[in-house]
């Protein structure tokens, strides 16, 4: 199965957006043990110990060590010492003692080849010219390393999405080539021009006298005229107006900037651990990077990243590619800290004079400037999935000779965590050494969350929980109404494909009012699962949103919807699509169940499913071009809503493609046909154009609304060729 492409839109009257939303797939599951096994009730360790030297120590027995679940010591279950080669906890290697016997060699044969690998990979984010310099050095010199034949990597570079520059190879020349390339972009060519610039408007503020910080003293040329600049130390009214509007537009763009490299980074890195589940055994990842910002609303995303990484056995070591600095990288947070300070203090005394964009973000300035060193973001990364961080040098050999002995040597530890209820919270877990002297290296914890299917036997994000719970319970709840449907296309080379529409009216959402002068709030949550005739799950898509609108705004929100389309291909056959969404303000969950087949391939005349269009825009750039929805430059917005109001609803459109026969000479004919009720009223046969490069017929056909009445309508599409029929039809309410 290839997934093709998300996509995720509301559509409204009003030209205003929905916050970030995030959607996510997981691939069928591999026949191999996850890092957390919830039905077993086990939890598997990565423990990396040393001396007091740093040195690796490779005689610990399981007496050694304490394992600590939520504060409560658990008895260990199993306990290896895993080296070069070497396999991970068979099943029948439970008896916690170190020793290789006689039986040795059986047991292997036991043991799942893929137990054996083990993946690292490199990650480079938004690396600037010395930071390249470095990484590239850093990289290379561990390629110098000599890991065992089992040890793949795969090179990746992280900026505003992911690139897979070198799939998992132990290939050391395709991997330096990778590397090389990763290390050699131009992310930032821009960078330099930017930070003369701000040198050059810097030089018309003057030194600070007082120790103010960039922001203090743009303030302070505010404060003294009234927004109009000032004078300045050059004595140019002008000159100085212009830096101050240029430096105001600096720190708003670093303060935007910080929290998009925050939110892309964060949620990267979980697209890219979230995959790690199907291969077993221990996974590590060089995270190259300057550093970034946990921006608001990003906490819980940033502890699911670390969970996920925890419970599939991902560590991460963090370097921080700026190298060796010579400033305090405090030095941003106390800086912020006082452009915060400054803003709330003009804002005390301001009139009705000019409000500059520090005053109108004193309180997030605030609370973002004790997330500005980006470096103890690193280190919490690293530190909380049994890695650790290599920073402030320029030389990091040592460090990554330690890396590569982590990869190499290590404990698997397995315990029992008696977890007796799965309520999503965060349980904290704990090495300690029984025995003096000992450095010991592991995760942080993880989210109790039951079992899921499609995922690994997995949830990675705890919003999933109640949604999860809902699927499984019986009756469905259905505590307000949303729709959701699997269409079917030919794609590529006449091979079936399926789309899976979610359609989600807004106003049937619960909106809340923090404050009378802040705007109204919500958010949704969505997991849906295909499955096969036999109950498997083959395709799980899962995601949230944050809604937010202004008390004028919420009026066009509420008759908005939420419109999630995925497509990719899925083999012939019947198919059923469990849907269920959370109306997180309202605290209330919806379950819905739907059929749907997907025909077998076929040379002679056939149809897709009929959608209902709920909109027309212009294609972009992420637009896939094997999207079944794009139309030349125009991508088709679906909608599988089956309730229609007239008031609101000027004329209907339906979306459908027609796949001729390509051997027959008759010009292919469409019928369509009307009817309320159950009671046929009208109908009619458009002209179809002629097929595009691809052999098919994009069509969409519109009947005007004003000529219908209230009721249940189902229309009825049939396409002839020679002696040949095919039909489709699609069901819907006109209020």
Known sequence: MKLRRAQAVACT????????????????????DATFRAGAQEVILDVVVRDKKGQRVTDVQPS????????????????????????????????????????????????????????????????DLNSRTLARKASLDLLKNEFPENVFMSVLALDDGVHALQAFTNDRDLLRKAVEHATSGAYTEFISDSKRIEEDMKSQLGPAQAGESLGEQVQGMSDATGGSGGKGPTGDPAGAAMAQMMLNMLLTARS??????????????????????TLPGRKSILFFSPGFGIPQGMEEPWKVLISTANRFNVTFYAIDSRGLSTTNLNDDSVSQLKDASSASRANLRKGNGTVTPAMAKAQDMAIESGKANTQNTL????????GFLIANTNDFRNDLRKVAEDIE???????????????????????????????IQSRAGYFALPSSPGAGGVIVSPFELPLMQALSSKPFPRDFSFAS?????????????????????????????????LPYEGGLAYVALVRNSKGEVLQKFRGEAPLSATPNQVAALKESHFLYNEHFDLPP?????ETAVSDKSGNKISVRKASFLVPPPAPSLEMSSVSIVRNVRDRNDNTSTQDPFLMQTKLVTPTISPEMKKASTAALSFYFVVYPDKSSAMKPKLTMQFSRDGVPLFGGSPELSAPDENGR??????????????GNYQVQFFVTQGSETARESVSFSLD
């Open 13 to 32: 009257t009003l030209l205003f957006s929905l916050p970030f939303c995030y959607g996510q797939t997981a691939p069928a599951p591999a026949a191999s």
């Open 64 to 127: 050694d060590l304490e394992v600590y679940d939520n504060g409560v010591r658990r008895q260990i279950t199993s306990f290896k010492l895993v080296e070069g080669g070497s396999t991970a906890i068979t099943a029948e290697e439970k008896s916690g003692s170190t020793a290789v016997t006689a039986a040795e060699p059986e047991r292997k044969k036991h043991v799942n080849p893929l137990a054996q690998v083990r993946l690292v990979t490199l990650i480079f984010n938004r690396l």
């Open 256 to 277: 935007s900037e910080l929290a998009q490299t925050g939110r892309t980074a964060i949620w990267g890195l979980i697209n890219i651990v979230s995959q790690q589940y």
């Open 379 to 386: 280190a919490d990364l690293a530190q909380s999935t049994g």
């Open 409 to 439: 040597t290590y404990y698997q530890v397995t315990y029992n965590p008696q977890i007796d209820k799965y309520d999503g919270s965060f349980r904290k877990v704990e090495v300690k050494s029984a025995r003096a002297n000992l450095r």
């Open 485 to 517: 449907a699997g269409l079917h296309f030919r794609g590529k080379d006449n091979q079936p494909e399926c789309s899976v529409v979610l359609d989600i009216p807004l106003g049937n959402l619960t909106l809340t009012q923090p404050k009378p002068d």
């Open 573 to 577: 056959g019947r198919y059923t699509l």
């Open 697 to 710: 017929i994009q069509y969409v056909a519109t009947a005007p609304a004003d000529k219908l009445e209230p």
